[in-house]
């Protein structure tokens, strides 16, 4: 079921969300003190462009924390609350819903990246 998802998921726009997550991750690594944000982007762009079957766990120490504070400080809140509101967008339809918990979970990674890994 997965792959059904991820497929509609990539030909539906999911290719073009990971495409605008690894341009952000080019514009990060430009400067030398934005490399650790840029491989973040790129790291979200594989689980926007393929969101099914994989889980998303936090595990961060003070270092991502401080990381994470800064990245809600410039982005993180504007991008998770894109992906809320088209979650619950999705969500309004009983064949979107699936869609829409794909956001829900892009929302949690996007807000703080940083010790985040999927699985």
Sequence with gaps: MSFI?????FLL???L?????????????????????????FKIAGVAMF???????????????LLNI??????GVELAVCHL???LLFCIT????????QHFKLAQVALMPFGT???
């Design 13 to 15: 726009g999911g290719f």
């Design 85 to 87: 509101v088209i979650g």
């Design 5 to 9: 998802g991820n497929l509609i998921w």
């Design 17 to 41: 969300l990971g495409l605008g997550w690894i341009i952000a991750g080019i514009l990060w690594c430009i400067t030398i003190i934005g490399i650790p944000l840029g491989i973040q982007c």
């Design 51 to 65: 969101p099914f079957g994989k889980t998303v766990a936090n595990n961060g120490g003070a270092m991502s924390l």
């Design 94 to 101: 009983i064949i979107g819903i699936p869609f829409g918990r």
């Design 70 to 75: 800064l990245w809600i400080c410039i982005s």
């Design 117 to 119: 890994y999927t699985f």
